[in-house]
């Protein structure tokens, strides 16, 4: 009798933590805020303030996703995540996005079950050394102690590289941006490589960034973008086309400041539907009608954000290059909103 | 359920017994148990499944085949960004036990010293002895590693500072040891007759050189032992012992000065070639931030341990060899420590396997054990993580249960035998 009750419950209790796959979209809405994973520390890209709040490229984006859904930017709640940790917390379902420089490879893609929404970062992998050494060019780097972040690609693309130059070399595995900076302004490594966004955002804390130099050659494609969970299509299109409603906002100059009266004004089909003047676009995704709007008003299209963390006026000082628009000669190309 | 079958079975059995009768309520009790146990696992393990089905993953341990894509600084067999992750796996377990066997063995020495001299009767010694084992045992020991790599960063000289006419910093003891501030170099042994390298299965190769000298070194010290065991049957059929000393000595070292000659061993010096010192043995910081943190720390332990042992042999013990004209360094390790030993030996093996254990706090200074291969960049670069933390937990499982197994064998060998 008891055993029989025992066996049913464990029955019963199995049963339920089996089916814990719902839809992130309901759970995100029942919390009241959305749970995003971001680096450590890595300034521009996302980093807590003066005043402790989270602020950064990437931060931005979970803001703007945040104020898609429930019109608030503040509705969100940051992870720090590792290089190692970023992966189990997001299939955990730790966090419900990850946004933290993200190389899109196909077995993060296909093997790890993740889905990457988009490319929000065009990037490379670089090396950054101290000036006094007089290196000009990776290829002199035979021998050389080179700092890296573990559980990164850029782990791979570095053995790769040395491997195929036939150069040797030192590596000196690290867990975050911290102990990497630690570490190489101490001299206890020569070099430090890593995307070239982050040694761009590593060399503008340093005291002297004059007394660093980074290295011409780029060894690799590094296309950072925020990514989901395989098996919740709707979460993902809602990442994704928050995403690229950053990016059309851009390219029509719907800005921060002129979101709102835009959509009174505009005379542009694709602007009036963007901004939920137009057409059912909201309830197809499952949002309000005015979700896009709320987004861009968050903190701004994507040439608004990349501007004010890591843009040319900003310490770190990195040129748009490959992250303008297509139409000024960039690769930032969005589907049409329609 | 079972029933007993004996020889004094009742001679009527009802179910009901099974909970009323006090013979056989305690088995109903356990098979109950038992059989609730089993069912938590089972469903543990079903719901695992399930849940890595949902998420479309199977268990797969294949990917121990494939190239592992990353580079490894320090390897005690060979090994490429083109090897296996098993084999890579197997690079992190030697790393692994490489510190654990230079931890417990620093940190048996100096946890034996520390706790000996607690109980010296000069108060000044005793007093920082105290004050040693308070401070290290009373911080976590992941703030002792990180504390340590960042001295040995913060205040050893980069190797650019050995350049030049004016170096600000300069190699010690003849220019054979480097100290800086990504480790330190000491002369590597060279034979320039080497015998080469003997291959294990094509797996790793072991050198023929080291091999021979051990052999040699092994060989001298059984032959002093028969020497010795001589002697003492001498002494005790005519009273007089012999002296052996010299015979003794010379037996462990000449023969393998013979080898070393014969092999021709010299020094390999490090030097300063581009970025790095190369040449000679390259003591990275890391291990040696891990290995120092980890080994002081354990001491603190392992001194209290020695204290309380030696403390727990009756000073009746003492005063009775005193008595008996035996002298007092003779006394310590004829009659304490031999009692001792029995009480510090058991929670000895505890500590030993504490620090193994918390060696796996490596990656904190980017020590490359196990840990951070198998369970780091493996588990990372593949994705699978209930495999590797699986393989991960069976490797410590099998270093604590060996290093346990030896210590078990070696404290029934000093345990009291009764009779």
Not at chain 1, 91 to 112: K, P, Q
Not at chain 2, 247 to 256: C, D, G, M, N, T
Not at chain 2, 282 to 311: D, H, P
Request: glycine fraction near 8%.
């Amino acid at each position: 009798m008891r055993l029989k009750s025992l066996i049913a419950a464990t029955t019963v209790v199995g049963l339920s933590a089996g089916m814990s796959v719902a839809a992130t979209l309901d759970d995100v809405k029942a919390k009241g805020f959305i749970q995003c994973g971001v680096n450590t520390g890595l300034v521009g890209f996302a980093a807590p303030d003066a005043d402790g709040k989270w602020d950064g490229f990437d931060v931005d984006y979970c803001r703007a996703l945040a104020a898609a859904i429930f019109g608030d930017p503040d509705a969100v709640k940051f992870t720090p995540t590792t290089g190692k940790t970023r992966f189990t917390a997001l299939a955990s379902g730790e966090i419900d996005v990850l946004a933290r420089n993200t190389t899109w490879t196909f077995s993060r893609d296909v093997d790890l079950k993740f889905t990457f929404v988009g490319i929000n970062y065009y990037d490379g992998q670089g090396f950054m050394t101290h000036e006094s050494l007089g290196i000009n060019s990776a290829t002199e780097l035979d021998g050389a102690t080179v700092c890296i972040q573990t559980g990164t690609t850029t782990e791979l693309n570095l053995a790769d590289y040395f491997r195929a130059n036939g150069m040797s070399y030192e590596p000196v595995p690290i867990e975050t941006n911290a102990e990497a900076r630690e570490q190489f302004f101490a001299e206890a490594c020569d070099v430090y490589t890593t995307d070239r966004s982050g040694l761009a955002a590593t060399r503008a804390t340093a005291e002297d960034p004059n007394a660093l130099v980074v290295l011409p050659e780029i060894i690799s494609k590094e296309p950072l973008g925020p990514l989901v969970r395989h098996g919740d299509d709707q979460w993902a299109d809602i990442a994704r086309w928050v995403l690229n409603a950053l990016i059309i906002a851009e390219e029509k100059g719907i800005t921060q400041a002129n979101a709102k009266s835009m959509m009174g004004s505009t005379n542009d089909p694709e602007v009036a539907r963007l901004l939920g003047t137009e057409g059912e676009y909201g309830a197809m995704i499952g949002l309000s009608a005015d979700w896009a709007l709320h987004a861009i008003e968050a903190r701004g299209n994507y040439g608004e954000i990349f501007d004010r963390h890591i843009g040319p006026d900003t310490a770190i000082a990195l040129q748009r290059g490959e992250n303008a628009l297509y139409t000024e000669g960039g690769l930032l190309y969005a589907p049409p909103f329609r | 359920m079972r029933v007993q079958e004996g020889e004094k079975a009742p001679p009527v059995f009802r179910l009901s017994m099974l909970l009323n009768d006090k013979r056989y309520r305690s088995m109903t009790i356990q098979t109950v148990a038992l059989i609730g146990f089993m069912l938590l696992i089972a469903w543990l393990i079903s719901n695992t499944l399930q849940n890595l089905n949902a998420l479309g993953k199977d268990v797969n341990f294949s990917f121990l085949n494939q190239p592992s894509s990353y580079d490894i600084n320090q390897r005690l067999i060979e090994y490429d960004s083109r090897s296996s992750h098993l084999r890579a796996s197997i690079v992190g377990l030697l790393n692994t036990l490489l510190v654990a066997v230079l931890g417990c063995t620093l940190a048996t020495i100096v946890g034996v010293v520390i706790g000996v001299l607690r109980l010296s009767k000069n108060w000044v010694v005793a007093r920082l002895m105290t004050i040693y084992v308070e401070v290290f045992r009373n911080v976590p020991v992941l703030l002792w590693i990180v504390f340590f790599m960042a001295i040995l960063i913060g205040t050893l000289p980069k190797p650019r500072d050995f350049r030049g006419e004016d170096a600000t910093a300069s190699m010690m003891f003849g220019d054979s040891v480097a100290l800086t501030n990504r480790g330190i170099y000491v002369p590597e042994p060279l034979f320039s007759n080497s015998l080469g390298n003997l291959s294990v299965f094509g797996w790793f190769g072991i050198s023929i050189d080291l091999v021979l000298l051990l052999l040699v070194l092994f060989a001298g010290i059984f032959a002093a032992r028969r020497v010795r065991r001589r002697a003492m049957r001498v002494q005790s059929e005519t009273g007089k012992l012999p002296r052996t000393w010299p015979l003794r000595i010379a037996l462990i070292v000449v023969p393998p000065l013979v080898v070393l000659y014969y092999l021709g061993f010299h020094l390999g010096y490090p030097v300063l070639k581009g970025f790095n010192f190369s040449g000679g043995v390259y003591m990275r910081n890391s291990l040696i931030a891990l290995w120092l943190a980890l080994s002081f720390y354990t001491a603190a332990f392992i001194a209290e341990i020695v204290r309380a042992g030696i403390s727990a042999v009756s000073k009746g013990q003492t005063e009775a060899a005193f008595s008996l004209g035996i002298r007092p360094g003779l006394t310590m390790s004829l009659v304490i420590l031999p009692q001792a030993l029995r009480i510090i030996i058991p929670p000895l093996i505890s500590q030993f396997l504490n620090l193994t254990k918390n060696s796996s706090l490596a990656i904190a200074v980017g020590y490359m054990d196990v840990t951070g291969t198998l369970g780091g960049i493996t588990l990372n670069q593949t994705g699978r993580e209930l495999e590797t933390i699986l393989l991960l937990m069976l490797c410590y499982l099998f270093i604590s249960l060996s290093v346990s197994a030896v210590l078990n064998w070696y404290n029934g060998r000093v345990k009291l035998k009764e009779r």
